[in-house]
């Protein structure tokens, strides 16, 4: 008997956004409704921005664009700024550049710096500059298109006039090889960085650092290197940042690394400050559509994970945003839980669906399917039963006409018929002293949709004695009256030995 379709690996509907169905046989056909979640009210704060942290705001030109301004006549422009750089000390030019940076005026920014360390102070002395003044002269150069190289000459020019570069420093310098491509001068120089933090704590890497080195190993696919770095992060307490956790889902996924992307995230578990990753609601819908695809238990949980922290931070939002996980994406996980035999994604599972639907519907009948299968696949026998109960309470007692099919031991409840039958006629009995027992209890349980199953499961171990026993144990021991699918379960065992025509004879009399 083959397993129902909803349990493949696959999940259509999540590829076909014009129709998405959670199940293929006719019972079950629904239109589960797209949960895209409204943007928040109040979203958290910004990360506070360094000083190079707002380069990707900022477009890169070449000094031929750059037009003259601040009222210099192009003849005059060398002899102006040359007049305005002797006129400025140290502090008035720093407030000078600042303003234009603001400007997006590099050109002037790099031409009045160069004038000015050449000219002499007031005093008669060289003009002495501070890592600030050369900072801003390094990211009006960065900016300009000026290539890596020749911003590490500058760096080495700061050496030379008594001035230690700082984080920042050599961040502008790294936001220039990124943007160049050149990783290997990169992961160099981060190197140099560690190097010479171990005397200066102002030179080692920051979070921005990191940052610019994974985004650049991940844009190279070099995943090992990148993964290298973020270790490096994550042990001096800065935290990965959203848009470098997208880029190792998209390299990862690329390359067929599933198993690197579930390292990262466990490793981010680990530090209290990248506990409360959580990347964007559809990030998660990706991470858990390609994890189930590969059946990768752990990396779906993982996804379901981030989507509860969206749901918990919604519903503290104010007013509250109240997302939901599509039910048909449980039905998938659940589905993945059974094929690999973990309970936790299981249980997680099921705990984001009851989150989603917040006691104001109950689980369709396809999400209790799939959460039997996955109980029944892992041999966990009495939590199967236990959900079957559930699935009964809220969609109909099974003994009841099943037109529908929704409790056919041949189809939605087949697991269960199969692992009850997996180790011969003990399972088979235990179980059923287990119903017999449960019918006594206060309330008593009855199902005739678990004795079914005990039927078609002695059918299935050619056990023709026990399964007559059972079925007339429905009426006499249990008080219930057999359905269409006691019937069929009874025929399939006088089938499977040829004695039809038996069976046939018993339910004339």
């Known amino acids: 008997m083959g397993l129902a379709p909803f349990l493949a690996k696959s999940r259509p509907f999540t590829r076909r956004p014009t129709f998405k169905s959670i199940s293929t046989f006719a019972h079950l056909r629904r239109q589960s409704q797209p949960l895209e979640p409204p943007p928040l009210q109040n979203p958290l704060p910004a990360n506070p921005k360094s000083l190079s942290s707002t380069l990707s705001d900022s477009p890169v030109i070449t000094a031929a664009q750059v037009h003259i301004s601040y009222g210099f006549l192009p003849g005059k422009f060398d002899e102006q700024m040359k007049s305005l750089a002797k006129m400025l000390a140290a502090k008035s030019l720093i407030d000078q550049l600042s303003d234009w940076m603001t400007e997006h005026r590099w050109a002037e920014v790099k031409q009045l710096f160069e004038f000015w360390i050449r000219s002499l102070d007031n005093s008669g002395k060289p003009n002495k500059p501070d890592v600030n003044l050369y900072n801003h002269y390094?990211?009006?150069?960065?900016?300009?298109?000026?290539?890596?190289?020749?911003?590490?000459?500058?760096?080495?020019?700061?050496?030379?006039?008594?001035?230690?570069?700082?984080?920042?420093?050599?961040?502008?310098?790294?936001?220039?090889?990124?943007?160049?491509?050149?990783?290997?001068?990169?992961?160099?120089?981060?190197?140099?960085?560690?190097?010479?933090g171990k005397e200066h704590g102002n030179c080692l890497p920051d979070d921005e650092s990191y940052d610019l080195i994974v985004n650049l190993l991940l844009s190279a696919n070099q995943i090992e290197s990148a993964v290298k770095n973020i270790d490096m992060m994550l042990k001096s307490g800065y935290m990965l940042s959203v848009t470098a956790f997208i880029g190792c889902v998209q390299t990862c996924v690329n390359n067929g690394r599933l198993d690197t992307l579930v390292s990262i995230i466990e490793k981010c578990k680990k530090t209290d400050l990248n506990k409360s990753l959580h990347p964007p609601w559809r990030?998660?819908?990706?991470?858990?559509?390609?994890?189930?695809?590969?059946?990768?238990?752990?990396?779906?949980?993982?996804?379901?994970?981030?989507?509860?922290?969206?749901?918990?931070?919604?519903?503290?939002?104010?007013?509250?945003?109240?997302?939901?996980?599509?039910?048909?994406?449980?039905?998938?996980?659940?589905?993945?839980?059974?094929?690999?035999?973990?309970?936790?994604?299981?249980?997680?599972?099921?705990?984001?669906?009851?989150?989603?639907?917040?006691?104001?519907?109950?689980?369709?009948?396809?999400?209790?399917?799939?959460?039997?299968?996955?109980?029944?696949?892992?041999?966990?026998?009495?939590?199967?039963?236990?959900?079957?109960?559930?699935?009964?309470?809220?969609?109909?007692?099974?003994?009841?006409?099943?037109?529908?099919?929704?409790?056919?031991?041949?189809?939605?409840?087949?697991?269960?018929?199969?692992?009850?039958?997996?180790?011969?006629?003990?399972?088979?009995?235990?179980?059923?002293?287990?119903?017999?027992?449960?019918?006594?209890?206060?309330?008593?349980?009855?199902?005739?949709?678990?004795?079914?199953?005990?039927?078609?499961?002695?059918?299935?171990?050619?056990?023709?004695?026990?399964?007559?026993?059972?079925?007339?144990?429905?009426?006499?021991?249990?008080?219930?009256?057999?359905?269409?699918?006691?019937?069929?379960?009874?025929?399939?065992?006088?089938?499977?030995?040829?004695?039809?025509?038996?069976?046939?004879?018993?339910?004339?009399?």
Not at 167 to 190: D, H
Not at 356 to 369: A, F, G, N, T
């Open 138 to 196: 390094l990211r009006a150069s960065m900016l300009l298109g000026t290539p890596p190289g020749e911003l590490l000459n500058i760096v080495a020019q700061m050496d030379d006039c008594g001035v230690l570069p700082n984080t920042a420093s050599f961040n502008l310098v790294l936001k220039a090889m990124q943007l160049a491509g050149e990783s290997r001068a990169a992961e160099r120089l981060i190197g140099r960085m560690l190097q010479i």
């Open 283 to 509: 990030v998660c819908n990706f991470i858990a559509d390609v994890a189930m695809q590969s059946d990768s238990s752990d990396l779906t949980y993982y996804a379901l994970e981030f989507m509860a922290k969206w749901i918990a931070r919604g519903e503290k939002a104010s007013p509250a945003v109240l997302l939901s996980v599509d039910e048909g994406l449980v039905v998938s996980a659940l589905g993945t839980a059974g094929r690999t035999y973990n309970s936790r994604l299981l249980d997680g599972s099921w705990a984001v669906l009851k989150r989603s639907l917040r006691q104001k519907k109950v689980p369709r009948p396809e999400s209790y399917i799939a959460k039997i299968y996955a109980h029944a696949n892992s041999g966990n026998l009495q939590m199967a039963f236990s959900t079957l109960q559930d699935f009964e309470g809220d969609h109909g007692n099974s003994s009841e006409d099943d037109g529908e099919g929704l409790f056919s031991p041949f189809y939605s409840l087949n697991p269960l018929v199969v692992a009850c039958s997996k180790k011969g006629f003990t399972t088979l009995d235990t179980v059923y002293h287990q119903l017999e027992n449960l019918s006594r209890a206060d309330p008593p349980y009855k199902s005739i949709a678990a004795l079914n199953c005990i039927i078609l499961g002695c059918a299935n171990i050619w056990d023709l004695d026990r399964a007559y026993q059972t079925f007339n144990d429905i009426n006499t021991t249990f008080g219930l009256t057999p359905n269409i699918h006691s019937y069929n379960a009874l025929i399939c065992a006088f089938g499977k030995l040829s004695k039809a025509f038996l069976c046939d004879r018993e339910m004339k009399l």
